[in-house]
């Protein structure tokens, strides 16, 4: 049976990493959905968030194979926890003195905002889950949307749930990064 999952990933913050995970997704059958990837508080550490379409197996298998990776820190499958996502778009749609009012309102209800406003069309920024983001853009639809684009999901578990809580100073970034001496 095909599912989501979102699998979150702490790696090393360096060249060829991402390189490396995505040509996990190269076996048949899998596609990665969404790929988002950015620095942590920490600049050594990057976190990954991958979202995929595919069997519990898919997800295992992509779970195994990131964990043999020598720059991942951690793993996590976030299916099996509580946690949060979101995702940003910009909407690009047109728009008339006649229409603007009414496409505002619909913001409104998304918690969207404008971007940018011209003439002739609105950019407009959402942020929130991906089916608020759907749902936005499905009643945008008869104004005429001219492009889109997603920055893809990001995940983090919700409240106490920390990804590794032994990824502190004390762990393997100051074994690999030790903090400067105050002098």
């Not at 959402?126 to 639809?141: K, P, R, W």
Request: glycine share 6%; net charge neutral.
């Amino acid at each position: 049976m095909q599912t989501r999952y979102t699998i979150t990933a702490l790696v090393e913050n360096r060249p060829g990493v991402l390189n490396r995970v995505v040509s996990i997704f190269r076996r048949p059958g899998l596609n990665l959905d969404s790929l988002t990837v950015g620095r942590t508080d920490r600049p050594e550490v990057s976190r990954m968030t991958m979202v995929l379409e595919g069997t519990k197996a898919d997800a295992q298998h992509v779970k195994r194979e990131l964990n043999r990776l020598i720059h991942v820190i951690t793993v996590e499958d976030m299916n099996g926890t509580p946690y949060v996502t979101r995702d940003l778009a910009l909407i690009k749609v047109h728009a008339t003195p006649d229409t603007k009012s009414e496409i505002l309102r619909m913001c409104g209800h998304y918690r969207a905002r404008i971007a940018d406003a011209a003439a002739k069309s609105i950019v407009i920024e959402v942020v929130g889950e991906e089916s608020e983001i759907e749902g936005l853009a499905g009643l945008l639809q008869p104004f005429g949307i001219i492009e889109m684009v997603r920055a893809g999901v990001v995940a983090m578990g919700r409240a106490d749930s920390v990804l590794d809580t032994h990824c502190e100073r004390s762990s393997w970034a100051e074994q690999r990064f030790p903090l400067e001496k105050a002098s």
